[in-house]
């Protein structure tokens, strides 16, 4: 069952603009299914303080999610799906296609 | 069409390569965001909600066949093999890396094009009649006041810190092609009683939130008068705009607050100041510049050909399609045994304006070929051949029949203006062009398209209303409710001469529910007209929304009382 309080943080990259999010190690990562996954609000602070990277990314930001049956989180927010998936008006500019997982 | 001489060349190959050092400092870290950001919006550069954008300026929708072909390797080289043509002629290209954009300016520079003034607080890129220079209707060609403007107020150090970005717009017939009326400044060059040719100054206009028509500032100036009195309106506006709030900050909504009257007198009064300044106006330009620039826009040399074109009109004759794109896509040309052939960029199901690079390629290819190398981009986001013999119609259509160009659609309900919205755009609030996809598929037959008749459809996904929804026949704005898509509808718009706002009809509609609404609105105008010649603008006019509302809402709808 989704946690009311379940967010990741997502932001671009600063060389090509792509939607990235950060993983658990403070690196970060194209797949949302490698984003780090804050439960509470200190683990959200800490991942806004790990996130505070401005020679790699732009505009960091706070997503609310909710875990998939397999774990994976979803943005709970349709911009945020369209942003993980890419434009949805051509299949060639889908994201998805990059990645190997099943959401 | 206009050719950088070596002032311009220069200046715009200096900008480059400032801008490329302001790339690298940034990617060293010797630029942070906050202050990268302002000069990378200067040269046209955004972040968008999946990637970077850059912006190129067409000033006046104006480009020839070299300049389409350099858009089309950019495309391929540092992006993804398309472009977007926009509604203010402009084209954005959607996956730039921020290392590679110096290079990308460079290719444009290379061709006379650049990006600059296409965001910011400045005034924007000129734009004007896409049927500038050709069509039957025109007293004189806008370009040369579009061109003039552009130069006296490219990197003009006084207005680069405007309260809020600054539009204009030129046309140069008395049917509006160019919605000057949505502008902060809006010429009509007219003639006066006299004979002399002048313009009608028009400000105030403006969509977005606060949607306005623009208001008659003064009804002749003097063709000579144009950057005094221009100077003058964006002086009292940089004093007098609002800057405390962004929402407020544009021209529209201190003509709205102050009055017409009250901006008129202050603008008068600077003019007046400005034209007794010791030693003249500053700004009036060297007439022999004005000769110079206006030379460049001279008509291409026209053929003296016959009215009929015995050969277009035996294979018109002999073919259906031909014909059917004969009758949408053509606008009368000022020369006998001339057309303007619109070339739809709205083939049902493609994103509105979107062009690959192959099909950038045909067009500069047909230019050269067959159009006096001109191409224009409109600002209802479709291609125009300005200048091309009735003669060489059958050929011209079987290329772009091959390219996937010759969807008859023009001016229809399938000619769709829609804004990239959430797919693209970092401010959308809802998604535009799979909308506008939806509803061209779902009228794709040009039979019940053509039996619609005129219909223009513009989306907007959001309130900014780039997609220009305020003046659609019928418009669609798309915004969230309760975490969904929702789109509001609103009918009775009209972007020409006789500019309205259209009137919200409603509740909003989820994006399912869309197309079965739009469909119900034109099985209702069917019903209602008094015959094919009446539009929908026109039903709408004569009978109120009252009839359209209710075939919108169905009373049998209980989850959509109002």
């Known amino acids: 069952m989704a946690h009311a309080k379940q967010k990741i943080i997502s932001a671009n990259d600063l060389l090509d603009g792509d939607v990235v999010y950060l993983d658990g190690n403070g690196n970060w990562t194209r797949l949302i299914r490698d984003a780090a996954v804050a439960e509470t609000s200190d683990a959200a602070d800490a991942l806004n303080a790990a996130a505070n990277q401005p020679q790699k990314v732009i505009g960091p930001y706070l997503i609310d999610v909710a875990l998939n049956a397999a774990g994976i989180p979803i943005p709970n927010h349709y911009r945020e799906r369209i942003r993980d998936h890419g434009p949805t008006v051509r299949a060639d500019l889908d994201r998805r296609r990059e990645r190997i997982f099943e959401a | 069409m206009y050719r950088y001489d070596e002032f311009d060349d220069a200046f715009v190959r200096d900008r480059v390569s400032r801008f ?20 990378r919006l200067q040269n046209g550069l955004y972040l968008q909600l999946h990637a970077y954008m850059l912006r190129v300026a067409i000033p006046y929708g104006t480009l020839n066949g070299a300049q389409m072909r350099q858009l089309a390797a950019i495309a391929e080289r540092w992006d993804r093999g398309y472009g977007h043509f926009t509604t203010r002629q402009n084209i954005q290209f959607n996956w730039p890396k921020l290392g590679d954009v110096p290079d990308m300016l460079d290719r444009l520079a290379e061709e006379g094009m650049h990006a600059i003034q296409t965001s910011g607080n400045c005034i924007r890129n000129v734009t004007a009649d896409h049927f500038a220079g050709a069509a039957a209707d025109e007293v004189e060609d806008p370009r040369p006041t579009a061109e003039l403007l552009r130069q006296w107020s490219t990197d003009h150090p006084e207005f680069a810190f405007l309260p809020r970005k600054f539009k204009i717009a030129v046309t140069g017939s008395p049917n509006d092609r160019a919605v000057i009326k949505s502008h902060d400044i809006g010429l009509r060059v007219r003639r006066s009683d006299a004979g002399e040719i002048g313009y009608e100054v028009i400000i105030g206009g403006g969509l977005g939130r606060t949607p306005m028509v623009g208001q ?9 008068d144009l950057l005094p009195y221009v100077e003058a ?19 529209k909504i201190l003509v709205h607050e102050t009055g017409i009257e009250n901006v008129r007198g202050e603008v008068e009064a600077e003019f007046a100041r400005q034209m007794t300044t010791v030693g003249g106006p500053k700004v009036l330009p060297d007439p022999a510049e004005v000769e110079r620039i206006a030379s460049y826009f001279a008509p291409p040399v026209f053929e003296d050909l016959p009215e009929g074109a015995k050969r277009y009109e035996i294979a018109r004759r002999a073919d259906s399609v031909l014909r059917a794109w004969a009758d949408t896509n053509l606008s009368e040309h000022r020369q006998p045994g001339y057309a303007i052939a619109t070339i739809s960029l709205k083939r049902p199901g493609e994103a509105p304006g979107d062009a690959s690079a192959a099909q950038m390629r045909v067009l500069a290819d047909l230019a050269e070929a067959y159009g006096h190398d001109e191409l224009r981009i409109s600002h209802e986001q479709n291609v125009v051949l300005p200048h091309v013999r009735r003669e060489d119609l059958p050929e011209i259509h079987g290329i772009l029949k091959r390219h996937g160009l010759a969807t008859a659609n023009a001016g229809l309900i399938g000619d769709i203006i829609a804004c990239p919205g959430m797919d693209y755009c970092a401010l959308a609030t809802a998604r535009s062009i799979p909308v506008a996809q939806n509803i061209a598929r779902h009228f794709a037959d040009p039979k019940y398209a053509q039996t619609i008749g005129e219909m223009r459809i513009k989306i907007s996904g959001c309130i900014n209303a780039c997609g220009h929804h305020h003046v659609g026949t019928i418009g669609i704005l798309g915004l969230e409710k309760a975490g969904r898509e929702n789109y509001q509808i609103t009918l009775g718009g009209d972007h ?34 008094e015959g094919a010649e009446e539009t929908f603008l026109m039903a709408f006019r004569r009978l109120g929304a009252a009839p359209f509302k209710a075939a919108l809402y169905p009373a049998d709808d209980k989850s959509r009382a109002a």
């Not at chain 2, 008659?216 to 063709?223: E, G, M, N």
């Not at chain 2, 964006?234 to 021209?251: E, I």
């Not at chain 2, 500019?499 to 209602?528: C, S």
């Open chain 2, 233 to 251: 309106i964006l002086r009292v506006f940089n004093l007098h705009g609002r800057r405390d709030n962004k929402y407020k900050a544009r021209l």
């Open chain 2, 496 to 529: 020409t001469e006789a500019m309205t706002i259209g009137q919200r009809a409603g509740p909003g509609f989820d994006y399912d529910e869309v197309v079965p609404a739009i469909e119900r609105l034109i099985e209702a105008y069917l019903v209602l007209r």
């Open chain 2, 216 to 224: 008659v500032l003064r009804s002749f100036l003097p063709k000579a």
């Open chain 2, 20 to 39: 490329r050092g302001q790339v690298a400092r940034r990617i060293e870290g010797a630029l942070t965001e906050e202050e990268f950001k302002p000069l």
